[in-house]
């Protein structure tokens, strides 16, 4: 039987943002220590630029090994790279033109492409990314999620097909709901497999979606928590009901 997630309560989304930016530098310095690089993959979403905003000035501006990361995604709308609907976009714009990370360390998912050609190209890109051989079951040092008040997360929706995916790493997303371009996500096998897998909660609006999952529902958050069984969740007091 799978741990339960660990819950973090913060106070608030700056506290929320200072929070996960430690957690995301000690796992940060174990990969470094033990493989001499970092893979990670950021998530899409407003509560991520608090988070952004923090890494981005000292300390962790110098706390974080840049120089020897691997950048990654959770998922991405298909609309181009300069998009405003583009997660790449808005992680360049708070993040990465701030941070001493090099352009080709950075693997972002092609939303401009066929969504099932760029989910291809994310599996491949995600295996070089982390050095693993064919057959061989990539692992991310850190992903970060986001939660919907729907309960996905990611772009894993309730009750879409790619929820459901258990060989591939990156499936298209082609039913969206509400209505919304198209999407590219890492599937819930590639999520599980990160060393460590971090949620960031913000706002009263998550309330209900967070308890369900923490309760071990069958929604999209809820499943890729059991599937990993050791993720944290840091919640801010609205998102923890309080």
């Not at 096998?189 to 990160?194: C, E, F, Q, R, S």
């Not at 929604?219 to 801010?236: K, N, S, T, Y």
Request: some cysteine.
């Amino acid at each position: 039987m799978s741990a339960a997630p660990r819950l973090v309560v913060v106070d608030d989304l700056p506290a929320l943002a200072r929070e996960a930016a430690g957690l995301l530098a000690e796992a940060a310095a174990a990969a470094l220590a033990a493989r001499g690089e970092v893979a990670l993959a950021l998530a899409g979403g407003n509560t991520p630029r608090a988070l952004h905003a923090v890494l981005a000035r000292p300390p962790f501006l110098r706390r974080v090994p840049w120089a020897r990361a691997r950048v990654l995604f959770g998922d991405e709308r298909c609309v181009p790279p300069d998009h405003p609907q583009s997660n790449y976009r808005m992680a360049r714009e708070t993040l990465l033109d701030h941070v001493p990370v090099p352009a080709a360390q950075v693997e972002r998912i092609r939303g401009e492409d066929p969504p099932e050609e760029a989910a291809r190209a994310y599996e491949g890109a995600l295996r070089a990314a982390v050095g693993a051989a064919p057959g061989d079951l990539p692992r991310l040092d850190l992903a970060l999620l986001g939660l919907g008040a729907d309960g996905h997360t990611a772009s894993l929706f309730p009750g879409a097909a790619a929820l459901e995916e258990r060989a591939r790493l990156a499936a298209a997303v082609t039913d969206v709901h509400p209505p919304g371009p198209h999407r590219v996500t890492l599937t819930l096998p590639a999520l599980a497999a990160a060393r460590s897998l971090l949620f960031l909660v913000s706002g009263e609006d998550k309330a209900e979606a967070l308890a369900a999952a923490l309760a071990g529902g069958d929604g999209p958050a809820a499943r890729v928590m059991a599937a990993h069984g050791a993720a944290v969740v840091i919640a801010d007091r609205a998102a923890a009901g309080g």
